[in-house]
C-alpha cells in the first residue's frame, strides 16, 4: 500500500518538476523561438488571455520569491538599496530590481528574457503600480499595459466595475497583445481555456478543501505555496493543469482514506495536534526553517489567506468560458488582496469554524502594506468573533535580514502552549460531570 | 481688513484643531448641513460643497496628539499618519462627522477604510478609487461613477440632490481657492522672504477645516498684506519640496529647512488643495462632467496617480524649473511606499538634469530636527559654494 502511494506521489511532482523546466526552458529560448514574454502579477493574473495569444507569462513576485528561496534575494535588495531604494519599502520589488540588475538570472539560474509587454495588472495592492513605472523605466520602450482593477470597497462587484474592466481589456489590453504577438485575439480559443480554467479550480478547491479532514491531508499553507499553487498561475486554463491537479486530488483522496497527516520535508507528519488558519504571506528567505517550528510542534495549517491571493476559489468563483472577458474581470476584482476588510475578517472567520481551527495566526510582513496594515484589527476581530487563541508573529517576505528564528520560535511555542492549554481544559469541560 | 500676523495666528490655530471646533460649529448652524471627512491626497470638494456639506481634510494627528490606542492597531513598520486616524476616530473627535472619504493613495488608506467599516464610524466611509485609465470613454466613466456613489452618500445623509447651478457655484468658488493659493505661490516665488513657507502651510491647511468662502476671504486678505515688503530678503537657495504629499511633517521639520538657508519655494504638503492645475468650466451644463475632465486632464503629478506616458520626475523638474529652484528636497514619511518608491527615478531625473537634491524620512510626529537642519544646511552651503 504505502509503494502505491508513493508512486502516485512522486508522479504529481515529476509532472509538476516537467511543466516548470519546461517553461523555464521556453522563456530561456524565447528570443530564438521568437515567443513573446509577457512580465504580469499574479493576484488578478490574464494567464489564460496571455496563453491565447501563444505568449509566455513571467511573474516578478515568483522570481522575488524563488531568490529567496536560493538565498540571493539579499544582495539584490543590496543591490537596489544602493540605487536609492528606501530600507523601508517592499522587498519583492527591490528583490526584482536587483535581480535585474545582476543580469536577470531566473530561479534555473537561466537568463530571463526581456519583456516584449509590461501588463499591469493593478489587483490589490498598490506597490504593484510603483514596481511596474520602475520596470517601465528599466526597460525603455517596451509597451505597457495598464489594467486596473477596482477595489472591493464595498464588498461587492458591480456591473460598473466589470464594464470598467472590460472595457480596458478591449480597448487597451487586447491591442496591444496583438500588436505585440502579431495575432489575433481569438475568442473561441480563449473560452476554450476557460473550460480547463474551470476544471482546474474545481479540482484546486477539492484539494484545499480536504484540509476539512481530520487529519488533515494537506497543509493549506506552507504546502499550499510549495506544491499545491504555484503550476495554477502559469498553467491555468491548459490540460497540462488539468492533468497536474488531478493527479494531486487522487493523492490526496488516497492520503484520506489512509488517515495520513500532510507530507513535510522531513516526511509525514505523525500526530495533527493543532489545527491553524493563517494569514499574511510566508517568510521565504528561511521557508524550510520557518515550516519546520510547525510540523515538530504538530501544528497544521487547514486554510490560509495567501493561498488565495490568486484567487479565491472556495467562496464559488469559476472562469466562465461563456463570458471569457467578463469572467477575467471578476476574477480580477475578486482575488483576496483586493476584498475589502470586512470581507477578509469574514473569509478568515468562516475558515476558523468551517476547518475546525484551534487557532487564528498572523504572519505579519515588514515589507506588505497590501496585506499588513489592518492585521491587527482583524486579529482582535477573529479573536472576539470565534473565541480561538491569536497568535501574531513578524518577518518579511525575502529580506532576511528581518527574519529572526529565535524570536519566531519563541513566540509561537508559548502560543502552542496556550493552545495545549485550551485544548486540556475544552477536553475537562466536555467530559461529564462525576 | 486684518493684519497678517493675526490671519498667521488666526489659520495656525484653524489648521491644527484636531477637535475641527469649527467645522462642528459650522455643522450645528444649519441641519440639512452635513460633514464629510477626507483623506490625503484629493477629493473634490465642490461636490460635498454643493450639497451643503463641508469636506474637511483629515491630515493625521501630526505631533499634536499623544497617540494612546492608535499604536494597537498598527505594527511599527507601517507609516504614523493612520495611526492618529483611528486615535481620533476611537477618541471620539469624529463624533459630529457624517461620512469619510479614503482616496485610493495607498493600501495603508485602503485598509483604514476597511477599518473604520469594522469600527462602525460615521455613516458612510467611501474608498474613493481614483481610475488609473485617463481616456474619457473609460476612466472617465469609472471617475464618474465614484463621484456618484459620493453623491448619494452625502444624499443619504442630509436629504440634499446635487443641481447644475450648486455645483457651478461651487466649482467658481473652489476656482477662486485655487487660483488665490496660486498667487501666493507666485508671490513668494518673486518675495519668499514676505511669507515664510511653514506660514504659507498654516494658510493653506487652514482652508480644509473652514468653508470656502471663509478661506477666499482669509487668503484675499493675506494677497493683500503680502503686496507691501515684510522681512528681509536672505541669502538663501531656493528648494522645492517633494514627497511629503499625505503624512505631514511636523511644523518644526518646515521650519528647520527655511532657518538651515532654504527658501521652499514649492512643495506639495498640502497637494489636494492644489492638485487640479487650472480652472475647471464654472458654466457648464454638465459641472460634474467637467470635474471629471480636470481630474483627467488638469491634475498635478503625483505618486498615487500611474504616470506612464507622463512622468513625474520630469514633472518635478519642470517645477524645480519654473519655480527657479537650486535644488530638490526628498522628504518622505517613513514606510510610506508610494513616495519612497518613486524616489529613485525622481532623483535620476534630477541628476540628468542638474539639480541637485538630498533626500530625508521623517514621521509626522518627528521631535528632532538636528540632523535635517545640519543636512539642510549642508545642502544649502554647498550649493552656494558651488553657484
Ligand atoms: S506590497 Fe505586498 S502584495 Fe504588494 S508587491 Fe509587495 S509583497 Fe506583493
Ligand atoms: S504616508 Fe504614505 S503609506 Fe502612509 S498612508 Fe500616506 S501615502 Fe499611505
Redesign the pocket.
Known sequence: MSEAKEVIKEKSMLIQKEMLAKLFRELSTAKESGKKVVYT?V?GNLTELILSFDMLPVYP?INALQSGMRKKSAAYIRDAEKIGFSEDV????KCDIGMMLNGNSGPTGEKLPAPDLLLLSYT?????MK?FENLERLYPGVPVAMLHTPYQEDGKITADQIAYMVKQMKEDVIPKMEKVSGKKFDLPRLSKMMENSAKSEDLLVKILESAKNKPSPIDAYFAGVYYIGPLFTAFRGTQEAVDYYNELYKEVQERIRLGLGPVTPEGELKEERFRLVVEG?PNWTNFREFWKIFYDMGAVIVASSYTK?GGVYDLGFRHNPKEPLESLARYCMGCY?NMNLPQRVQLLEKYVREYKADGFLINS?K??????AGQLMIMRELEQRCGVPVGFIESD?VDPRYFSYANIKNRLESYFQMLEQRKIILERESQPAQ | MNSLEKLIEECSKQAFDLNFTHAKKWKSGDKTRALVGYLPIYFPREIAHAMNALSVGIMGAGDRKQIIRGDAYYQSYICHLPRGVIEMALDGSLDEFDGFVFPAIC?CVRNLSGMYKLAGKGKFQRYFDYPQNFDAAIGGVFYRQELEKIIDDISAVNGMKLSIENLNHSIKLFNKNRELIEKIYDIRQEYPWRLSALETYYIVRAGMVITVEEHNKILEDVISCLSADRGEPMDNIRVVISGSFCEQPPAGLIKSIEMAGCYIVDDDFLLGSRWIQGSVAGNSNNPLGELVSAYLNKSTFSSAVYDVGNPKGKRLVELAKKRKADGVIFSAASFC?PALLDRPEMQKECDAAGIPHINFQYHENTGQFKVIKEQAGTFSDSIKLWA
Open positions: 502579477f493576484p513576485e517592499c522587498t519583492y520589488v490589490g495592492c498598490y506597490t504593484f514596481w504571506p491571493v488582496t510582513i515589507s506588505c502594506n497590501s496585506f499588513s517576505l | 493600501d511606499d
